[in-house]
């Protein structure tokens, strides 16, 4: 193994010497030759360097690590290579490449791109020739502003191919393509009037809505009155340009970043109408420099979300504002004072705060976490309990005994893990050689497939589950693992933890992050161990009702079975769905009685 990374690196040095001084992409690949990262650079032969040359913090170092072997692509500019980088991130989403998350953004209004136009409400924005209005500050915004809209300049409100006109047509809130020919000419100027109706001249609107809303109040109509006075003040308060802030910030877009610990917080403020109306976070690790991939970030932004490119675009410093400004054809700069210096400012502070909060999450998920395991294990006395395998048995009455597994790896359920067992040598409700039976399947398998071993076994229950479990597995298989039991009060909730071996119960402070990570393991063992004994005394009663039926026999009952799923479901069932999977009808309808009888019963 060393040969070979050996091997490895002495081939790296070999390309890192032809490396060009010129711009363009690297693409570094793992040892199955998959791209795990993508980037750009000014000069690839400095660039590619860096990564491995001089100390890098931890994530960098797995990258590094990982690297196989890399190529690059010369491309003409730093342009093309940005163009370049964006297209191949798209196509291969490398793991180690910032991710841009779906689904973030805000409604937008559409004016559809074609003969008879809509005006729609939709999150996507494509480049198919419609016209956008927004983002809105949310649905209930943007179908506000659709109301107001299609009421003073209407569109087409219902869908092709309509006959006749519709109910729309007739309250003058659709255009009528339905009806007759509408000409385009028509259309053109509702569309114009959207437009400066978007470009704040709300005039015509509100002077039209003030005229109704005195007309309802003269007729005593006050709810319709109520009506159009709210559309007024909607169109004021969302619509118009607030006087919050400057006219400046209008249609401008901000981002800044912080880097801490080898995570950059990328934050994103979206400004409209002189407000803030939106605001996103992007926490991701840093394997780049940061300024090149802020850079490529907000270039992604609007290339691969589709986002509608604002008037102007502010950003820190280093950022790369001549070679966005190229490729996003609008005005990339950085404020050094006044207004947009302040907003600016305070972008980078909530990139700053959200970083922060990013930390704490962390730092208060290894205390739930990795701190409660090493806690657990010094109570215990044990070297560590990173590993631990929890079991707990499920019967009533002692039949369909079953038992559950569960996996905890450092603090943390490792569901892919988890097994379930049936009781399969063991008649009755017996605690005691249950627990063998499991304990012996479970590590005869573990030791048969040479697999390792957990740091800690957790029975769910006292001195009966362990002592059964220490007996198959120091003297049956000759194994020591540490085994301790989840001890329950009288309301069956967690109390206490007793070690395998003194049979004592251990001093846990119920306030300790060992105490909550004992809780949550007995709570999951107990829930999986009832989830599937539920799951298969269903299957139970449900095959023993349908065996006392003549003339169903195995095939059929597996049919009725995998089709209906429960009992419930064939009674309610009618003869023609049984009927139809090939089963008989006189078996069909013995069946139908059968269960008839059944559910009568249950309700007598």
Known sequence: MLDDRQEVKRNIEKHLKLLPDLPGCYLMRDKNDQIIYVGKAKNLKNRVRSYFRGAHDTKTTKLVSEIHHFETIVTNSNKEALILEINLIQKYRPQYNIKLKDGTMYPYLKITNERDPQLIITNEVKKDGGKYFGPFPNVYAATNTQQVLTKSYPLRHCPKNEKRACFYYHLGQCIGPCDHEVPVEEYQENIQQIERFFNGDTGEVKQALKEKMGKAAEKLDFEAAADFRDQIDYINTTVERQNVMSKDYDNTDVFAYTLDRGWLSIQVFMLRQGSILKRKAIIEPSYGDPEDEVTTL???????????????????????????????????TTPLRGKKRSMLELCEKNSKISLDEHFRLIEMSEKKTVAAVD??????????????????HSNIQGTNAVSGMVVYRYGKPDRKSYRKFK?????????????????????????REDQPLPDLILMDGGKIQIRAARDVLENELGIAIPVAGMVKDDTHKTAALMDGYSEDLVDVDPRSQAFHLIQRVQEEVHRYAISYHRNVRSKSTFGSILDEIPGVGPKTRSKLLKHFKSLIRIHEASMEDITSLGIPKPTAERVKQALEKEFQDKKV
Do not use: C, H, M, W
């Not at 979300?305 to 502010?314: H, M, N, W």
């Not at 044990?382 to 631990?388: C, E, K, L, M, V």
């Open 375 to 392: 806690e657990l294990a010094d109570f215990l006395n044990i070297p560590r309990a990173d590993y631990i395998e929890s079991f707990d």
């Open 423 to 447: 009781i399969k040598t063991v008649e009755g409700a017996d605690e005691f050689a249950s627990t063998q039976e499991v304990i012996r399947r479970r590590y005869t398998r573990l030791l």
């Open 298 to 332: 907000i270039a992604r932004f609007y290339e691969e979300q589709a986002q509608i490119r604002p008037k102007q675009v502010l950003v820190p410093s280093d950022v790369d504002k001549e070679l966005l400004s190229d490729f996003l054809q609008i005005p990339v």
